[in-house]
């Protein structure tokens, strides 16, 4: 199955713990990006990656960090300095075709709690 | 930054009538997309249109758009229970189209 994946679905954290949040994609997408959710709130955007060894910040990056060393994979690592993480995190990709946007394919999601 | 705000924020009706939502953007774009979300879960694509069309169609569900009022609305013909979910919208930046701007969602609820 094509498909983009994101682990685990839930997530515990203690304060002052760095953890690190799994997405894979197997959709040949260049483009990869991290979101946080709020209740009933909409998305923003932590981080974003064109291509493999680049990545950008988004409107909330401070106390995350992400790395881009495959093309499938861009995993988001929520450190200590994050001061509010919990939330549900969405991980998505495109592909990316010159002077075209396209539509965002989206992972299931990883709800962290810190306790 | 969220660029599209939805209204209404929550929206319920009975099966078979239709649901409109309404999304207000502040900055030109390129085009704007609509997404829904069921409760606990991804976002799923559901329709793209560009800043140069008007109307468009997928099935049962019409998207209209107009840059001059920047805003969009997506219609929802003959719902049914299974349409229950948040609907968002999400435009390009004004200058960078490698990115998307989320708006606030609206939530609607399909009765049986």
């Known amino acids: 199955d094509g498909g983009i994946t994101q682990s685990p679905k839930y997530l515990f954290r203690k304060e002052g713990q760095n953890v690190t949040l799994s997405c894979e994609q197997n959709?040949?997408?260049?483009?990869m990006y991290w979101y946080r959710q709020d209740p009933g709130q909409g998305l923003r955007l932590i981080y974003y990656?064109?291509?493999?060894?680049?990545?950008q910040k988004g409107d909330i990056a401070e106390g995350y960090s992400v790395s881009r060393e495959k093309k499938e994979s861009f995993p988001l690592t929520v450190t200590s300095a994050q001061k509010n993480p919990t939330a549900f995190y969405l991980c998505?990709?495109?592909?990316?075709?010159?002077?075209?946007?396209?539509?965002?394919?989206f992972g299931p999601g990883t709800r962290l709690t810190v306790l | 930054s969220q660029q599209g705000e939805e209204d209404p924020q929550a929206l319920s009706i009975q099966e078979g009538e239709n649901a409109t939502m309404n999304c207000s953007y502040k900055t030109s774009i390129n085009n704007l997309q609509w997404y829904r979300q069921n409760s606990g879960r991804g976002l799923v694509h559901l329709i793209l249109?560009?800043?140069?069309?008007r109307e468009k169609h997928s099935g049962r569900l019409r998207v209209t758009l107009d840059t001059s009022k920047k805003s969009s609305s997506l219609l929802i013909t003959a719902s049914r229970a299974a349409d229950t979910a948040s609907y968002f919208c999400a435009t390009d930046g004004p200058y960078n189209t490698d990115k998307l701007i989320f708006g606030t969602g609206t939530r609607l609820q399909v009765f049986p």
């Open positions: 990656s064109q291509i493999v060894n680049d990545f």
């Open positions: 959709l040949n997408h260049d483009a």
């Open positions: 998505a990709s495109s592909i990316r075709t010159s002077g075209t946007y396209n539509e965002q394919f």
């Open positions: 249109i560009r800043s140069n069309e």
